[in-house]
């Protein structure tokens, strides 16, 4: 299994806005509307994607975020935007991946006649353009998604947001993605592949969510395990490894379509 290493920039920032969001979505209606309407739910369709449906979110809302961190800079003459260090700065420098300045850029662009605005925007296109900004996204993106995943209330909800989001979207706007619905337009069951059986498996410790039950098969072999939807695929719920928990096999047959609330139980280390 990969590592990555995780430096903490202001991740739990991040994840805090990610399950404000989702806690209360109306005050950002018209924003979310950017990351799932339009067609674009289509794309979350697709079974089990790596990058998954959780990872996009985080990425649109750390993309808003950037977006409002450099809202109202343009105020400032170039003179002043020469000597600030800019929040993206500020994020690739902690992460020590080298990039250019706006002072050193500017100089490379030998353009100082433009308005401070357009400068800037010349300027963190060229950045969210460069190697530099996608390194930094992936390590943004993965270190907030490894602390969400952990957190099957806010994988709840989430879920919950993106089956209400499903129930009110037009099939018409799925065309090719089409092949993953039923008839009744919920999608079909896939097979859950091995990696997100395995994320899932350690995540949640080898043991049930809802009854703690025992399923590593180191104490007791007739403990089957099931890999669950969280929201079913008949109330509108993904095929995504952040849709998913651990249950044993009497739990997950008590189940079956309904919602259950997720377990906030979790062992402590010590």
Known sequence: M?????????????TNICDSVIEDTFPYVTTLNDFWGDGKFAYFLKPFQKYSVLHQYIDFCIDRLIYEANKGLGELSIEQLKTKEFWINEALNYHKIEHET????????????NHPEDL??????????????????????????????????????????????????????????????????????????????????????????????????LFNISNKYHIDHIIPLSANGLNDVSNLQLL?????????????????NYEKWY
């Open 120 to 217: 800037l925007s010349e300027y963190f296109f060229d950045i969210e353009m460069s190697d530099a900004f996608s390194m930094l996204k992936y390590q943004m993106v993965e270190e907030a998604f490894y602390v969400l995943f952990l957190n099957r209330k806010f994988l709840q909800a989430f879920n919950l947001e993106m089956a209400e989001m499903f129930n009110v979207e037009h099939i018409e706007d799925f065309n090719e993605e089409s092949i993953y619905l039923k008839k009744n337009e919920t999608l079909k069951r896939t097979r859950i592949p091995k990696w997100a059986e395995r994320a899932v498996f350690y995540r949640d410790r080898g043991k049930c969510t809802a009854c703690n039950k025992d399923l590593t098969g």
């Open 248 to 264: 044993c096999e009497t739990c997950n047959t008590s189940k079956g379509g309904k919602i259950w609330a997720t377990s906030t």
């Open 2 to 14: 990969s590592t990555f290493k995780m430096d903490y920039f202001r991740t739990y920032y991040f």
């Open 102 to 113: 706006f002072s050193d850029w500017l100089v490379s662009a030998n353009d100082t006649h």
